[in-house]
């Protein structure tokens, strides 16, 4: 499955975890999906601990053969515990034969990207 052109922009609306699918669980399965131009941007102030991926937020099953392509991810605020990724902004599951083509913009300070 292809989608294409994914936005998510923080506007103060982004919760804990954030991805096109917010929080995969334990028995989630996502397999040969493909994602193209996604573009995260976050600017204002997010949660303490934010977990953020184009596809999950947060990967407790399996996420396999899944590309995300042509990816931007830009933020302007420091964050102690903000993670950022292509996949998964957590992963405590299993993520197997997985590609991310992107470029990340840090405009200031982050510790997790």
């Known amino acids: 499955m292809d989608i294409y052109n994914v936005k998510l922009e923080d506007n103060n609306a982004f919760d804990e975890y954030t991805g096109v ?4 669980t334990s028995n989630a399965l996502v397999k040969n999906l493909r994602i193209v131009n996604a573009n995260m941007y976050f ?4 949660p303490e601990d934010t977990y ?3 596809i999950t937020g947060t990967n407790n099953g399996t996420i396999e053969n899944c590309i995300v ?7 302007n605020r420091y964050r102690t515990n903000c993670n950022v990724a292509g ?6 599951g299993t993520i ?4 991310v083509d992107g470029t990340y913009t840090m405009i200031g300070e982050s510790k997790n990207l």
Do not use: M, Q, R
């Open 69 to 75: 392509e042509n990816c931007t991810f830009t933020s």
């Open 87 to 92: 996949i998964a902004g957590i992963n405590n």
């Open 52 to 54: 953020a991926g184009v």
């Open 96 to 99: 197997k034969h997985c590609l």
């Open 21 to 24: 699918l917010p929080e995969l």
């Open 43 to 46: 600017d204002s102030a997010l």
